[in-house]
């Protein structure tokens, strides 16, 4: 088990230091090691079919949840770490297709619940059989939205995960005396490559947060932690530049490091101007991990590659190509749809990533998306996943769910419906709240009696996303 | 002169509408009670919300501290006017 005992050799090393902080708690290296041994021995006793239970995590940033997810790795478990803001009904499809044996939450709850840690409740899901069985290297499980109307869930080996915190702490020239500031969910791909288990390794100390990251929350934050490293997604740093925060503020960030989603030239210009910090941007996908790095790019460049990594633009047209990547932090494959990734890996290893852009100079330059994921904030959100939400309302007739540019100028989820008699939008939305977590639910409907379609059926796009230039209801 | 609470309580309406996605009107959220979740208010919405808030009144507003009162009009005017003080209230 690779990761557990590469987290037990940062207790040794580091032991009297502080590791960890966040709403809950703060704690040293070594006290976090021994809570999440005691914690593996509670969690050695979860029921499962096979000799590697399936253990969910869904819930907010803590030292609590560092804790379980120690505890799952000691205990000789694979953890599955899903966004905290997910529905119900996506924590069921995600226990339909995974087969977890136990979810740890920190939701209310009724029924069959236990207190499992401080602030966490574990729910017994028992499998009879798996659906899927595991990689055999497998140590950690994470989800994408997927591109198949449910989340992907991506397996990944010890090796994997360890090669990604090494190279990204190694590119980013992470060190001991880094304060990090993570304001992004543990789940979520930027904060679980750039702030987890890297920190753990140079002995840097992390802080947590959880909940709206607004800027004057953060900037308390900052001043608090004296964070030396700052992580979130664009949307802060608009926050940022809207509430015009001052370089006293920011005495002690050395760096702010962006990503999720493509952060505007503007917001990174006019954030180092106020604040007197570099902006490190940063690119990975989800099943290749971090990627590109940089602090000292054009606003249009998201850096050179991080060690181990190779980038290629291929089929190049007008001097952009399809980006392929290959990293040392590869996903092996998608435990829930069997062959899916492999059929995206070519035989030299590298991945289709769906992003389109070039090399300039050595630093990857991204100029489209070839895929149809919709970027909500940094979260990416599926439109067949929707879709087949929203199409799951009784009396809905027909459903085209598509993005389109919200009064902000930000990509936002939409909808355009047929609805049967005597329904309406509002009805809709607070029906698929349950099943989807809030970012998905389309913020933008309008209802029309028929979807315009092309000869061959296909909906004509560019006219349904015309409804949303007029204010039309 | 400081704003008065019913001042206040247009701001913060005005505020609620502008920071939103889409195109919701004072009549959506009165047919809703207040309640911002029913006129689906994202989180990013809430983030330019509260910024527009400090911004607006200097009130700055932990959505992570009573999370559930500033979850409706009514919730966000009381900590609007508590912030600002009695001059307000």
């Known amino acids: 088990m690779i990761l557990a005992a590469a987290f037990a050799r940062c207790a040794d090393q580091y032991a009297d230091s502080p590791a960890l902080s966040g709403p809950d708690s703060s704690v040293d290296h070594r006290a976090l090691h021994q809570r999440s041994l005691r914690a593996a021995e509670w969690l050695s006793g979860t029921r499962s079919v096979d000799d590697r239970p399936r253990i969910g995590l869904a819930a907010r940033n803590s030292t609590t949840w560092v804790t379980a997810y120690l505890g799952i790795l000691h205990a000789g478990a694979v953890p599955f770490l899903v966004d905290a803001s997910a529905g119900d009904g996506e924590l069921d499809r995600i226990h339909e297709d995974c087969s977890l044996d136990l979810l740890l939450h920190d939701r209310d709850t009724a029924g069959d619940a236990v207190p499992a840690l401080p602030g966490l409740t574990a729910t017994h899901r028992r499998s009879a059989e798996r659906r899927h069985q595991l990689h055999p290297d497998t140590e950690v499980c994470r989800f994408t939205s997927g591109t198949t109307g449910r989340p992907n869930c991506l397996e990944f080996s010890g090796r994997s995960v360890r090669a990604a915190a090494e190279n990204w702490a190694a590119g980013t020239a992470m060190s001991a005396d880094d304060r990090i500031l993570c304001c992004a969910g543990l789940s979520n791909g930027l904060a679980f490559n750039t702030s987890l288990l890297s920190s753990f390794l140079v002995g840097a100390q992390l802080h947590l947060s959880h909940g709206l990251p607004t800027s004057g929350r953060i900037r308390r934050l900052v001043a608090e932690t004296q964070a030396t490293r700052l992580v979130a997604f664009p949307a802060l740093y608009d926050s940022f530049v809207r509430t015009g925060t001052g370089r006293a503020d920011f005495a002690s960030v050395r760096v702010a490091i962006s990503s999720g989603a493509p952060l505007r030239a503007d917001t990174k210009k006019r954030f180092t101007e106020l604040t007197g910090v570099p902006m490190g941007n940063y690119y990975g996908v989800a099943e290749a991990g971090p990627l590109t790095y940089s602090t000292a790019t054009s606003a249009r460049s998201l850096g050179r590659p991080l060690p181990g990594v190779d980038i290629q633009a291929r089929e190049v047209v007008d ?65 067949a996943e929707v879709g087949n939400a929203v199409s799951a309302v009784p009396g809905v007739e027909q459903a085209v769910v598509l993005e389109v540019p919200d009064r902000h100028g930000e990509p936002a989820v939409a909808a355009v419906l047929v609805l049967r008699e005597g329904l309406d939008a509002g009805e809709v939305r607070l029906r698929i709240r349950d099943n989807l977590a809030a970012h998905k639910v389309p913020t933008l409907i309008r209802v029309v009696d028929a979807i315009p379609t092309t000869v061959i059926g296909k909906p004509v796009l560019h006219e349904l996303r015309s409804l949303f230039d007029t204010g039309t209801s | 002169m400081s704003a008065g609470p019913q001042q206040i309580r ?22 809703h009670g207040g309640v911002l979740e029913a006129v689906n208010y994202t989180s990013l919405s809430y983030i330019r919300l509260l910024d527009a808030i400090e911004n607006e009144f200097g009130a700055y507003l932990d959505a992570d501290e009573g999370a559930e009162a500033l979850g409706t009009v009514d919730g966000i005017v009381a900590a609007v006017l508590t912030e600002l003080g009695s001059d307000a209230a």
Do not use: C, F, W
């Open chain 1, 319 to 383: 001097r952009d190509g399809a980006v392929h990547v290959r990293s040392a932090s590869m996903a092996t494959r998608y435990l829930n749809a069997p062959g899916l990734l492999e059929s995206r890996i070519d035989d030299g290893g590298h991945y289709s990533t769906g992003d389109r852009g070039h090399l300039e100079d050595g630093e990857l330059v991204l100029t489209g998306r070839s895929n149809r994921m919709i970027n909500v904030g940094g979260r990416k959100v599926d439109p």
């Open chain 2, 10 to 31: 247009e701001g913060v309406i005005r505020l609620i509408i502008s920071s939103h996605e889409g195109d919701i009107s004072v009549s959506d959220i009165e047919a």
